[in-house]
């Protein structure tokens, strides 16, 4: 049972297209459980009707046709109940309805279970038997599990106005794809689907004028591909066994087949791009190998997908690149940052991706560089979004394709009112960052991804509060020794003198590995990453401290903080260490002082041992990334969980407000360096609970400035009372959303002034 519900998974997945994935899915689970009817039934809440999509043993022209009240009859049952319902005699049941359209015959044996994404009801899938039979459990679980997979292509294909004949009273382009917001702000501009060179499937959709020249380059790439084959099958006659040559020439005769190039050709000639049509082949190809009972006919599969990638890289060489015209919507499974990094500046309007919440690093690229994305659209057709119009709403996380003309009008005003909005944060760039009754909140700026120091500058940044020194690290082939360290951090140092500048030794692991410095975990996030790392190689550790003391030499602006301390004997393991660097380096240069010397609270051991802390360091900087992480047991990077992933969670509410009237009563200066700290609604908070400064992405600085200027200390604090008495974060984020709203300080956290 296994093997076939690997092959049938493996072949929906491939399907091009929902009505072939379902027409997969009736036809092999028939076959597979030996019934005598297979049908889906997806559900249309507008109308109220459940449709049949698609059958195998149920008349075919019924399909689309039959459409089941809801609330009647034994489909809606299931939909109903939301879970399996299994009937030897389905006649005897008083809601069994006989539907004369679907077929002649009453079928007996019944078992329905429902199809459910993300919690909501989306059909039924349903298999019937002449006879009178129960289904055993593990035919319930069969279903069961692909029920579960097909849910996936449903959600899809629905929010990509695939299956808009369902949505019979709601326009295909209003509704949007639900994600997670990544970076603030509103565009709308057109989708570049961006992809890794060498994947096949994800190629996106692109329209064409010229057929022939298409054609011509298709058969181009043949060529060259199959000059490849030709001249590696020749070397390889030699040294090669016979089963090795058998498969190029395997490669050799595909590349002649009708059955390949005629569809490819047959693709073109529909105005798709010559990639698009090759990526619609190889997966039809797939897709009919996977079907094979044959378990090596099966693994030719892999041979053609090898053999589509081979044409594609031909084709890559003959195509323009990608054209990024201006007001380009990124689109991508994944959106890295040195994909941002090749769109050439002022062109990119937006960035989406299926892949990816809001504190992955692109999202945390993309706010300080003001550019609003959305992230973790798990439902996302990108292989159908090139060249489309597209709306993205960074601060719902939603996004619409194809948008309607009202959608279009009302986010062009939204966009306008920002414009205005970030003219008028613009002037606030020189006032001081002081609360009205008084206080001053010094606001830093977190740096590390782009090392744009005149941009953190010119954005009003009061100093560096965190500078994430592994990004230096990441660019280079093996780790910078202790002079090109030095150049880095001197220059950082020197732009901001006399304002502070804070250094975190290098924190890799977790998401961020070097390429020359592999880590391969089971659970990197809990593993070898951060001071654990450093400790361990103190020869890295000791260049690392010598580069950043040196680089302080008559400055006395730097802090050095540690990241990821869970125990004591940590910090005193690194104090150790760079005590002894100072000591070592005083005796040549005696501008050299020693730094502050501050720890990362971001696990949450090191909550439960401030007053331990506050003995052996300076001051404290909260990471409430990793915290949120740490406290929430939800993977910061995982789009699965993103939902459940919230700094407003209460619990994490609970720990700031501990910890930072702890730290107050230490009188350890306390700060909070995590995205935290920019996020508008979170900052009313942090103030209440009496935080002393904020580091954030420099782009944001004006927005939290505006908070700062609006809210006195005494004001937040009677806020914070009444969140600490809630009970989720949706109820905290609506409380803190109103008092900015109250404050005529909306335009931070929804579209628009
Ligand atoms: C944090 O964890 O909050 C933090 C600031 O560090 P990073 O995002 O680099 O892990
Ligand atoms: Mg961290």
Redesign the pocket.
């Known amino acids: 049972m296994l093997e076939t519900l690997h092959r049938i998974v493996q072949e929906v997945n491939a399907a091009a297209s929902l009505e072939q994935a379902l027409a997969i899915i009736v036809s092999r689970v028939k076959q597979a459980m030996a019934v005598d009817v297979c049908s889906v039934y997806l559900t249309d809440e507008t109308a109220r009707k459940h449709v049949l999509m698609a059958t195998d043993g149920l008349r075919p022209e019924s399909v689309s046709m039959v459409k089941l009240d809801m609330g009647k009859g034994l489909i809606s049952l299931v939909y109903e109940s939301a879970e399996p319902i299994n009937l030897e005699n389905a006649p005897d049941h008083p809601r069994y309805q006989y539907i004369p359209e679907t077929g002649e015959e009453r079928y007996h044996g019944f078992l329905g279970v429902p199809i459910i994404h993300h919690r909501k009801m989306k059909g039924v899938l349903v298999v019937q038997l002449r006879g009178a039979r129960r289904f055993a459990d593990d035919e319930v679980s069969f279903l069961v599990t692909i029920a579960a997979q097909l849910s996936g292509a449903i959600a899809h294909a629905q929010a990509s106005g695939e299956i808009t004949q369902l949505e019979v009273s709601s326009q295909q382009s209003s509704q949007p794809f639900n994600g997670q917001p990544g970076s603030p702000g509103v565009a709308i501009g057109q989708a570049v689907v961006f992809y890794p060179a060498a994947d096949v499937e994800a190629i996106p959709d692109r329209k064409i004028d010229d057929v022939e020249a298409e054609i011509e380059l298709f058969k181009n790439a043949v060529k060259a591909a199959r000059y490849d084959i030709q001249t590696l099958v020749e070397r390889m006659h030699s040294v090669s066994t016979m089963e090795d040559t058998t498969l190029f020439d395997a490669y050799l005769l595909m590349l002649d087949s009708e059955s390949f190039n005629g569809k490819v050709i047959a693709e073109i000639g529909q105005g798709n791009w010559a990639p698009g049509a090759l990526r619609i082949t190889v997966l039809e190809h797939i897709r009919f190998f996977n079907a094979m009972e044959d378990p090596y006919l099966r693994e030719r599969a892999e041979d053609i997908r090898d053999l589509g990638r081979r044409i594609l890289s031909h084709l890559h060489q003959t195509k323009d690149k990608t054209e990024f015209p201006a007001g380009t919507i990124l689109v991508g499974e994944e959106i890295t940052a040195t994909m941002l990094a090749e769109i050439p500046p002022g062109q990119l309007a937006g960035v989406i991706a299926v892949r990816g919440s809001r504190?992955s690093?692109v999202a945390?690229l993309a706010r300080s560089l003001g550019i609003p994305a959305v992230l973790g659209v798990r439902d996302l057709p990108v292989n159908r979004l090139d060249g489309r119009e597209v709306v993205v709403d960074g601060y719902t996380g939603r996004v619409y394709v194809s948008p309607a003309r009202a959608i279009v009008s009302e986010f062009k005003r939204l966009a306008r009112d920002e414009e205005l909005l970030s003219a008028e944060l613009k002037q606030l760039r020189d006032q001081p960052s002081v609360t009205p009754d008084g206080e001053a909140v010094p606001l830093l700026a977190?740096m590390?991804l782009l090392a744009d120091i005149s941009s953190s500058l010119s954005f009003g940044a009061e100093g560096i509060g965190?500078y994430?020194t592994?990004f230096p690290f990441m660019a280079r082939d093996r780790f910078p020794g202790e002079e090109e360290q030095y150049q880095v951090y001197r220059q950082i140092l020197e732009s901001f003198h006399p304002r502070p500048v804070t250094l975190?030794t290098l924190?890799v692991g977790?998401d961020?590995s070097l390429p020359y410095f592999p880590i391969h975990e089971d659970n990197p996030f809990l593993g070898w990453r951060?001071i654990r790392i450093s400790l361990d190689h103190p020869e890295i550790f000791m260049v690392q401290i010598r580069a950043m003391l040196r680089a302080s030499a008559g400055l006395a602006n730097l802090s050095i903080l540690l990241?990821m301390v869970t125990s004591v004997s940590e910090v005193d393991e690194a104090l150790h260490i760079i005590r002894r660097a100072h000591h070592e380096l005083m005796d040549s240069d005696k501008t050299i002082v020693m730094p502050r010397i501050g720890v990362?609270i971001?696990v949450p051991s090191a909550l439960y041992q401030l007053p331990a802390l506050a003995r052996r360091v300076d001051f404290f900087?909260?990471?409430?990334?990793?915290?949120?992480?740490y406290l929430l047991a939800v993977d910061?990077n995982n789009d699965r969980v993103a939902e459940l992933y919230d700094s407003l969670h209460p619990a994490v509410v609970s720990a700031l407000n501990t910890m930072i009237a702890t730290a107050n009563q230490l009188d350890k200066p306390v700060s909070?360096?995590?995205?935290?700290a920019g996020d508008p609604a979170a900052v009313i908070l942090l103030l209440g609970m009496g935080i002393q400064s904020l580091?954030m992405t420099a782009a944001s600085i004006a927005a939290v400035k505006w908070v700062v200027r609006s809210f006195t200390r005494e004001q937040c604090a009677q806020i914070v009372n009444k969140v600490l008495a809630l009970e989720s974060p949706y109820a905290i984020r609506q409380l803190l959303n109103q008092a900015l709203e109250n404050a005529g300080l909306g335009g931070l956290v929804r579209a628009g002034r």
């Open positions: 504190t690093h945390i977190n590390g965190l994430r592994e975190r924190d977790g961020k951060g990241p990362m971001e900087s909260i990471g409430t990334n990793d915290l949120t992480q910061r909070i360096c995590g995205e935290m580091s």
